[in-house]
Nanobody
Framework: QLQLVESGGGSVQAGGSLRLSCAAS?????MGWFRQAPGKEREGVAA???????YYADSVKGRFTISQDNDKTMLYLQLHDLKPEDTAMYYC?????????????????RGQGTQVTVSS
């Protein structure tokens, strides 16, 4: 069974940066991140296929960058210019067959999450 372990969250001030990491026990077609803030619905943030095609939510375009290592078992999300509205639990998720922010958000294959808190 695929296992996903996130790390790298933390607390930063607005305008700061963080890098999230996700270690997967094996590679899969699509990997990505979604986030969920208390009382809010899940929001797909970014996704990437094994061939390097990327997808971003409009709210993070130009500020966040998704990437993978050469083995496609490590997933990263570089967060720049963080805003208080980016505060959420960030989850790594995968889909074996299809890739989109929707599929990542709805995936049942996900990690335990890592908290990102941005203060103003």
């Amino acid at each position: 069974q695929l296992q996903l372990v996130e790390s790298g969250g933390g607390s930063v001030q607005a305008g700061g940066s963080l890098r999230l990491s996700c270690a997967a026990s094996y590679t899969t077609f699509c990997m990505g991140w979604f986030r969920q803030a208390p009382g809010k619905e899940r929001e797909g943030v970014a996704a990437i296929t094994t061939s390097g095609v990327t997808y971003y939510a409009d709210s993070v375009k130009g500020r966040f960058t998704i990437s993978q290592d050469n083995d496609k078992t490590m997933l990263y999300l570089q967060l720049h210019d963080l805003k208080p509205e980016d505060t959420a639990m960030y989850y790594c998720a995968t889909d074996r067959a299809l890739c989109s922010l929707y599929h990542i958000t709805m995936s049942t294959t996900r990690g335990q999450g890592t908290q990102v808190t941005v203060s103003s």
